[in-house]
């Protein structure tokens, strides 16, 4: 790796190396020479004769050539490495001067969920907006390990995820807490759970008393949320500890398809606290279950190897202040 990050800085001295490792990644992306040169608006000679430069300074291919199709040896797998962490430490650089500019001008880059994107964030982005109107936001909606991998690979500023996150060089901050509640059609509902449902219409919410696991709830039918997800796996702990398994009649990617399917009485479905105070849904039966593990908390992740702009960081700290009256209300 030394080896190749000399000849990268040897090499500009002499010629303008930046446009050299601009054509190897773009080859190195679009597996093609000829897509890269268009991609690049020069000649595919002239890229082709750049990299073999390249090559023939290393003494080594960077490149397998299979017809019009570019493949990259072990040599061009360490060049490409190479090359991304000059770009990061660019990327990095230049963000820190964008933010002399005083949050005039700054993109924030947030990994969330479905549930995260559509029930915590509108109010926080609202304010931030508001507050700075000339910053980006980038919104990704995707699954949280999906976010994860983004986060360690700099390609988002933070996310938010529930439960266990052991992952060296990420920060992690509990932003709140989330109930996962019950929501029962009434097809399928029990006169003696009655006195103990959630009354959806009454602000401020009152804590109902929780229904302990019964035999009762161990027939139920539910609609589940598909893995990998935290709430399946704080539902399936929870019937674990009773040595059952939850009657499983479907499953669903989003916790909004699994309310809904709930709502046209397919089954009984588990849902986080903060969709049902968005939803309200009509004629379903909400009950809090008695298991710790259908309580869960939602940490603010930051990657600590990365620099995190003062965009960034300022959308951080309005989250934080903010957090406890968004969900209050």
Request: contains cysteine; hydrophobic residues 40%; glycine residues 4%.
């Amino acid at each position: 790796m030394y080896f190749i990050f000399s000849s990268i800085f040897l090499m500009k001295k002499a010629e303008n190396m930046e446009n050299y490792y601009k054509y190897i990644y773009a080859a190195y992306k679009l597996g093609s020479f000829t897509k890269a040169a268009e991609k690049l608006y020069v000649t595919q000679p002239t890229l082709s004769m750049a990299i073999k430069k390249v090559e023939d300074h290393l003494h080594m291919p960077l490149f397998y050539r299979e017809g019009k199709s570019v493949t990259l040896t072990p040599v061009g797998k360490l060049y490409i490495k190479s090359i991304e962490k000059m770009m990061s430490i660019e990327t990095d650089l230049q963000a820190e001067i964008r933010d002399i500019e005083r949050l005039e001008t700054g993109t924030v880059r947030i990994g969330g969920t479905q549930y995260i994107n559509s029930c915590i964030l509108p109010p926080v982005i609202a304010q931030f907006i508001q507050r700075y109107p000339k910053i980006d936001i980038q919104l990704k909606e995707q699954e949280p390990s999906k976010n994860l991998t983004d986060l360690a690979k700099g390609k988002i500023d933070f996310c938010c995820n529930a439960g266990t996150i052991d992952i060296p060089d990420l920060k992690k901050v509990p932003l709140f807490q989330d109930q996962i509640y019950l929501a029962v059609p009434d097809a399928y509902n029990q006169p003696d759970w009655l006195p103990w449902e959630l009354d959806l219409e009454g602000p401020p919410w009152s804590e109902p008393k929780s229904i302990p696991l019964s035999d009762a709830l161990f027939q139920l039918p539910i609609i589940l949320l598909a893995a990998p997800s935290n709430l399946q796996a704080c539902v399936r702990n929870a019937y674990a500890d009773a040595h059952r398994q939850p009657h499983i009649v479907l499953q669903a990617e989003q916790q909004e398809t699994s309310l809904q399917l709930a709502c046209a009485g397919i089954g009984a479905a588990f849902v986080g606290e903060q969709m049902l105070r968005h939803r309200k849904p009509k004629a379903m039966h909400i009950y809090k279950i008695d298991h710790p593990s259908l309580r869960r908390t939602f940490y603010l992740l930051t990657n600590k190897k990365r620099y995190l702009t003062k965009a960034a960081s300022a959308f951080v700290a309005l989250w934080k202040k903010t957090a406890g009256e968004t969900l209050r209300q």
